[in-house]
């Protein structure tokens, strides 16, 4: 069974940083897409980033791009969000999302979620 802990949320100022982690267990995740999604108070799912456990390509959103960088450790299972440049919009609830295969940029579509980390970016 496919287990995805987050950690690192919390509150930070408008313009500063902060680093997202997700420890995933159960699979070997190597033929796995990994993923970020978020959902803001009053708003749909939204695609935040994705990477291919196996080749490390990685896809963001447009909103993010440039400021969000997703990477993985394959040795600890581990996928990392650090985020810069960040601003009040950012303000949600960040799940780690996985997938066998193929990355996709719908939320509905990610088979397996954590439960959520909670950013909080003040202005």
């Known amino acids: 069974q496919v287990q995805l802990v987050e950690s690192g949320g919390g509150l930070v100022q408008a313009g500063g940083s902060l680093r997202l982690s997700c420890a995933a267990s159960?699979?070997?995740?190597?033929?796995?897409?990994m993923g970020w999604i978020r959902q803001a108070p009053g708003k749909e799912r939204e695609f935040v980033a994705a990477?291919?456990?196996?080749?490390?390509?990685?896809y963001y959103a447009d909103s993010v791009k440039g400021r969000f960088t997703i990477s993985r450790d394959n040795a600890k299972n581990t996928m990392y969000l650090p985020m810069n440049s960040l601003n009040p919009e950012d303000t949600a609830v960040y799940y780690c999302?996985?997938?066998?295969?193929?990355?996709?940029?719908?939320?509905?579509?990610?088979?397996?979620w954590g439960q959520g980390a909670q950013l909080t970016v003040s202005s």
């Open positions: 999302a996985a997938n066998p295969g193929v990355i996709t940029r719908s939320p509905r579509n990610w088979n397996y």
């Open positions: 159960g699979r070997t995740f190597s033929a796995y897409a």
């Open positions: 990477i291919s456990w196996s080749t490390g390509s990685t």
